[in-house]
């Protein structure tokens, strides 16, 4: 972990400078945004497959049971003395190891046919949660795991959580009585002893020097022992292991795509042909289990999900390719990550501060909110991306609300206009004709109101296939081409051979 | 078709039930205080009216909805907080209110988008809790004291329980209960076989409504106890181990009913015995222990019946073999 980060920040220093790195990181919103985008990107990969294949409660499940891999892996490392960090990579190994087995526990239960899919999941959530939050409230006392960090997790203070590196001058500085920057005072040796003053005569005294040790960069550095200063870079702990984790999911889908793709469209056909749906879904649960331990830390136990299941189902309105929905999935999630951090600090997607709308809230209905608005961060995360959806769900130029309300009146209306047609083309030129189709009593044939009747006939004279002839409704010339092309095209859809354009 | 070992098993739950408390005392030396007998009662009253509830829930195939629920009750309670202040009432009705919306939300994916069961679930469970954990940190950080003790709806807090709201629970309870046998015939038809309730002429959507609002309704007096994240444990779990016992729906309501009073019960006197164990969690977990129980044990259809059966059958298989070998 540590010669990852430090390659990383060699390879940024290339084009930042060690201060704008180091203001950088310990920007509290920085850091934040920063894990806040790589959990949504992870989560939102991993999430569209999850979404296609049915999977998406999976999700939750794992992160559940991630929280008791977290609180036993926890107890075990401390039992055995060894520093547990929820950063630490066999902290985390065997947290994820916890969830894919009990992904595969819900699996076997659901297979023995005594409780449903939904029942076997229903029961692992509570329970697994269940035995986790006594093991906390019981053993832990800790405060990495309480039960705050474990709703909400601590994204905000993920700045303060770092590895220091150091890369220039970093030989710790050793004061010797010889070094030039010793200081050397006098002490009184016999003072003590004979309970005089060491202003007495008969004082002794040697001189000793006072600021010699060993000293860290940093420290010889705090205490202006060193002309140059050390380069040291803070880096956030939460930050490395989320990098390593995209690096991982990107990596996975990369070399997978293929194969991912097909087990999850068409799982038998990809089996006949050799690939291991089962071992590809195995591995997409282990990452699955991977993310939402290393996001545990930021963002809590069950506040996650929301990062698996919101975007991908957000770009599923959007798009049809497979290929799209991996592109949007993590441009949505990253985008609620990002403006989830203003929503916690009271302004909407950067631009509509929250106070005016509660101001705005008291004044119409009398109450007496209190204006000023702080809140979580990862909860405004959740609710950015939330707003995201909904505004996806009604804006989607194929699937949204708008979308389906327009197609709908769109077909109403074409509806409405055949069958008017069909009506008057069946009865134009036959006896009946003065009846059927006088324009005074036409809604009465449709059993529609005379309202809507007026109304489609408007909208039919306007489109010039209609026009009225001694107060009764005969088809315009155009009106006619339009009822016989529609017929043929009918005819043609349901294969059925015209007899009537086969008299002459 | 009732079943003999099903009534036998209930008869058992209930003395042992019964029995809990003097034997506890006796045995593991629990000082039964007002709090312990309050909680007690209030535990298994609850187990109960979850139980015969949650087996239409699991039934019809929506345990995971009641999860959804549960999770979308929780920002009604900080609202129900911020305009009535620290009411009880107010809470509740704020989280039926608020776990209501969350149904038709995810009712209105469903409808409107090709969005999937599993998905929509997701989306409406986590972005409600978000809600609440969001509205629960600002209230958090008002100047006003009475706050405290809001985020015991996330975790459940059995100790806060007093008198009045058990009366509370078992009047609603009451209610739950009268309306559910009223519309059993309605429901038992609704739950089994939806397509023909509907072409039978049964107002289905209604029904359903009446359903999903008593689930609601269960769980929203639930809360205080169980907290939104644990609820639906208890709303699901004694029916799934009613289910193994009998194929008889009213038996499965009224097992379900009394393995959900046993395990709030007994949870509720576990967790007295030690004070940092908390009495929602280990009601969850006595209650999986049921399941546990049941899933291995039941006769005719439990995990270890099986295995006996298959051995019994590969030997009567092998030994007709060797019979027609010879």
């Known amino acids: 972990m540590m010669g990852l980060e430090r390659a990383l920040i060699e390879l940024l220093l ?223 702990k939460s930050i ?57 830390d930021a963002v809590g136990s069950i506040l996650v999900v929301a990062f698996f299941i919101i975007p991908p189902a957000a770009a599923y309105l959007l798009t049809d390719r497979l290929s799209g929905m991996l592109l949007l999935s993590p441009l949505i999630g990253g985008a609620g990550a990002f403006f989830g951090y203003d929503l916690a600090r009271g302004l909407l997607f950067g631009i509509f501060p929250i106070e005016k709308g509660i101001a705005a809230l008291n004044t119409v209905f009398g109450l007496s909110l209190r204006e000023a608005w702080d809140s979580s961060i990862s909860a405004s995360m959740v609710l950015t991306m939330f707003l995201i959806f909904v505004l996806v769900w009604i804006f989607s130029p194929r699937y949204g609300l708008l979308a389906l309300a327009v197609r709908r009146a769109n077909s109403r209306r074409r509806f409405e206009h055949q069958v008017v047609l069909a009506h008057i083309h069946n009865h134009q030129g036959t006896p009946s004709h003065a009846i059927e189709l006088r324009a005074s009593t036409l809604h009465q044939h449709f059993r529609w109101t005379p309202q809507k009747m007026n109304r489609v006939m408007m909208r039919l004279r306007a489109l010039g296939f209609v026009s009225l002839e001694a107060g009764s409704a005969i088809l315009t010339p155009r009106g006619d081409a339009h009822v016989h092309a529609f017929r043929k095209h009918m005819l043609a859809v349901h294969n059925i051979p015209d007899i009537d354009s086969a008299q002459p | 078709m009732t079943e003999r070992r099903a009534w036998r098993l209930m ?115 986590v ?93 929203v007096l639930g809360l205080q106890l169980a907290g939104v994240i644990l609820m639906v444990g208890l709303l699901i779990a004694p029916a799934i181990a009613a289910r193994q016992w009998t194929h008889s729906l009213e038996q499965m309501v009224l097992l379900a009913a009394a393995l959900g009073a046993f395990a709030g019960g007994s949870g509720a006197v576990i967790s007295a015995l030690d004070s940092d164990i908390p009495t929602g969690p280990m009601i969850i977990v006595v209650a999986f222990a049921l399941v546990l129980l049941s899933i291995t044990l039941a006769p005719g259809r439990g995990l270890l019946w099986n295995q006996l059966r298959q051995r019994k059958n590969r030997r009567q298989l092998r030994s007709r073999r060797l019979e027609s070998g010879a």
Request: with cysteine.
């Open chain 1, 14 to 236: 290339n084009f930042v400078t060690l201060e704008q790195l180091n203001g950088f990181l310990r920007s509290p919103q920085h850091t934040a945004t920063v894990v806040g985008c790589l959990i949504a990107v992870c989560g939102a990969l991993l999430g569209s497959f999850l979404l296609l294949r049915g999977l998406s409660l999976t999700s939750d499940a794992i992160s559940h049971t991630v929280l008791l891999g977290i609180v036993l892996a926890f107890l075990l490392m401390t039992g055995a003395g060894w520093e547990a960090d929820t950063s630490s990579p066999w902290l985390i190994l065997g947290a994820a190891a916890a969830g894919v087995g009990t992904v595969l526990l819900t699996e076997s239960l659901q297979r023995s046919g005594l409780v449903r899919q939904d029942a076997a999941l229903g029961l692992a959530f509570p329970l697994l949660f269940a035995i986790a939050v006594i093991l906390v409230s019981r053993y832990v006392d800790d405060v990495h795991i309480d039960e705050d960090a474990v709703l909400v997790g601590e994204i905000g203070l993920a700045w303060a959580n770092t590895n220091s590196h150091c890369f220039a001058h970093c030989e710790p500085l050793i004061i010797t009585p010889e070094h030039p920057a010793a200081q050397a005072t006098r002490q009184c040796v016999n003072c003590r002893e004979l309970t005089i003053s060491p202003r007495d005569e008969r004082a002794e005294f040697v001189s000793v020097c006072g600021n010699c040790g060993v000293y860290s960069p940093a420290q010889a550095w705090g205490a202006g022992l060193l002309d140059e200063a050390p380069m040291l870079v803070f880096f956030p």
């Open chain 1, 240 to 296: 490395a292991v989320m990098l390593v984790l995209t690096v991982l999911t990107v990596g996975f889908i990369a070399v997978f795509y293929k194969e991912l793709k097909l087990t999850t469209f068409d799982a038998a056909l990809a089996k006949s042909l050799g690939f291991h749906p089962g071992a590809l879904s195995l591995a997409l649960m282990a990452l699955v289990s991977l993310v939402a331990v290393g996001a545990f």
């Open chain 2, 11 to 125: 008869l058992a739950l209930l003395a042992l039930g019964f029995l809990m408390l003097p034997l506890s005392q006796a045995l593991f030396g629990l000082r039964l205080t007002y709090t312990v007998r309050v909680v007690a009662l209030g535990g298994s009253l609850l187990g109960a009216l979850s139980g015969a509830v949650g087996c239409f829930a699991v039934l019809r195939r929506e345990s995971l909805l009641g999860d959804a629920l549960s999770h979308a009750a929780l920002p009604g309670v900080a609202i129900g907080f911020l305009l009535a202040g620290r009411q009880l009432g107010a809470l509740l009705v704020g989280a039926g209110i608020a776990s209501w919306l969350g149904l038709r939300l995810v009712a209105a994916i469903l409808r409107s988008t090709r969005i999937k069961q599993d998905a929509a679930l997701g989306i409406v469970l």
């Open chain 2, 127 to 219: 972005s409600f809790f978000a809600a609440g954990i969001a509205l629960l940190t600002t209230i958090q950080s008002l100047p006003d004291a009475s706050q405290a003790g809001l985020d015991s709806f996330i975790f459940g807090q059995a100790a806060a329980i007093i008198e009045s709201d058990i009366a509370l629970l078992g009047g609603i309870g009451l209610l739950v209960m009268v309306l559910l046998a009223l519309f059993w015939k309605e429901f038992k038809l609704l739950t089994f076989d939806a397509d023909f309730a509907r072409a039978d002429g049964l107002r289905s959507g209604l029904l359903d409504a009446l359903l999903s609002t008593l689930v609601v309704i269960t769980i």
